[in-house]
């Protein structure tokens, strides 16, 4: 293992639970989460603000060359700063994560962030959790997991994370998805599915030395258990991170 901290990497569909696990590991094994999906809605706000359409590749790519996004962690999470001002909550709007999932196609909006991505996590010390971390942003992570559910588990939990407590699917995004009719969270949550495997560059797909667990059947304590244990083995044997 080189010099640079370790860099576990969690990819995996809408729901399946990326956020909450790396919100825990970085917590308990004291890495910096880098929330890729904040980076997204972060730049999807500013979008919706410009008047900019989120399916307006030219125009993002524009408006991309004057953004400035970062993560400040913080003992309660992440700070969102959309140039130089926080957004942190601002970003958790239904309507900005709907605008995200379409801004996140363009290639020229994918490399502009991966560029900005690989820099935050360059060092090491990182959980980051995405659609392709594994595969495109740090292909060289010392550990990837790619996390996985049925559609229908997924659009259950995501349709009733907000009545009860926290699940595996208590996503960064913090939308109050309870709101919604159930068929509605399920046609949302197909139509993410179709653009983020279906993307013309990096879709969704698990990295050949991924190791994929698929928590249809899991509680949130059996997947961290599972994934703690993957994490203490690869600690042991390089002795630090």
Not at 3 to 17: C, F, K, N, Q, T
Not at 110 to 139: C, H, N, Y
Not at 175 to 202: F, I, M, P, W
């Amino acid at each position: 293992m080189s010099e640079r901290r370790l860099i576990i990497a969690i990819d995996g569909p809408a729901g399946a639970g990326k956020s909450t696990v790396a919100r825990h590991l970085a917590a308990h094994f004291g890495l910096l989460n880098l929330e890729t999906g904040a980076m997204y809605r972060a730049f999807a706000l500013k979008a919706l603000r410009c008047r900019i359409d989120p399916d307006d590749s030219e125009g993002l790519h524009q408006l991309a060359a004057s953004t400035d996004i970062a993560l400040e962690p913080t003992r309660a999470g992440n700070r969102v700063l959309l140039d130089g001002a926080e957004v942190t909550d601002l970003i958790r709007d239904a309507e900005v994560t709907q605008a995200a999932s379409r801004v996140s196609v363009h290639p020229a909006i994918r490399s502009w962030m991966v560029d900005l991505q690989r820099e935050m996590g360059k060092a090491g010390g990182v959980v980051m959790e995405g659609r392709d971390i594994g595969t495109v942003v740090f292909p060289d992570a010392d550990i990837k997991f790619f996390l996985d559910a049925s559609p229908e588990a997924r659009s259950q939990r995501r349709y009733e994370q907000a009545a009860g407590p926290i699940s595996i699917t208590a996503s960064s995004d913090g939308s109050q998805e309870n709101g919604k009719a159930q068929d509605e969270v399920t046609r949302e949550l197909h139509e993410r599915d179709e653009r983020d495997r279906n993307r013309a560059q990096s879709p969704l797909r698990p990295a050949p030395d991924a190791i994929v667990i698929d928590s249809t059947s899991l509680t949130l304590e059996q997947v961290l258990d599972r994934i703690e244990s993957v994490v203490n083995e690869k600690l042991a044997r390089a002795g630090s991170y």
